[in-house]
């Protein structure tokens, strides 16, 4: 991934500093080598934002500044990566990595009505826990490690074509005209 689009998307250390909740974190969040963007913090900072999205808890924001600090990461594009899980792709996320879960541990699916309330879910938690959230780490798992992958392959071939690029200039230029 170009470094420049990157930075375009990315928000800055400032605007971070207005989201509240990440004031818990105190100012070591500010560091730069969780803001520098390279191939590594980019692609686990991708891995971090993917996973924590897939998870159904509350904070996903936070989690994921959490680890992006504790991995070394790319700081904004985990916490941004989290809203992949927004109130539209929420329910058929959650939905998929609970039928999933469902099919690893052998449990008839008992959702057959999915409400996103607080007062379904706390009815039916008891219930649907367990499947949930195997299915969401699993999820969480591959969908992040496709996106550490995907980043990791087209950073690669980034740096590859630039190289290549070069190498045709410096041979163009040792022709001469």
């Known amino acids: ?33 969780l803001w520098h963007i390279n191939r590594y913090s980019a692609a686990m ?15 996903q924001m936070l989690l994921a500044a959490i680890l992006a600090v504790l991995l070394r990461c790319n700081l904004p594009l985990s916490v941004a990566l989290v809203w992949i ?3 539209v792709t929420m329910p058929p996320i959650f939905y998929l990595s609970y039928q999933l879960g469902a099919l690893l541990i052998d449990v008839p699916v008992q959702v057959t009505a999915f409400e996103l309330s607080l007062e379904w879910i706390s009815a039916r938690i008891g219930v649907i826990w367990q499947p949930l959230l195997l299915g969401s780490l699993l999820s969480g798992l591959l969908c992040g490690s496709l996106g550490y992958t995907a980043v990791s392959l087209l950073w ?22």
């Open 156 to 177: 690669r071939l980034r740096i590859a074509r630039k190289w290549q690029s070069r190498r045709q200039q410096r041979a163009a230029r040792d022709r001469g005209p």
């Open 1 to 33: 991934m170009p470094r420049k689009t990157l930075k375009r998307w990315l928000p800055t250390p400032h605007r971070i500093r207005e989201i509240g909740t990440l004031e818990v974190l105190g100012d070591w969040i500010y560091q730069g080598n």
């Open 85 to 87: 899980t927004n109130p």
């Open 45 to 59: 900072g991708c891995f971090v934002g993917i996973f924590v999205a897939f998870l159904p808890l509350p904070g």
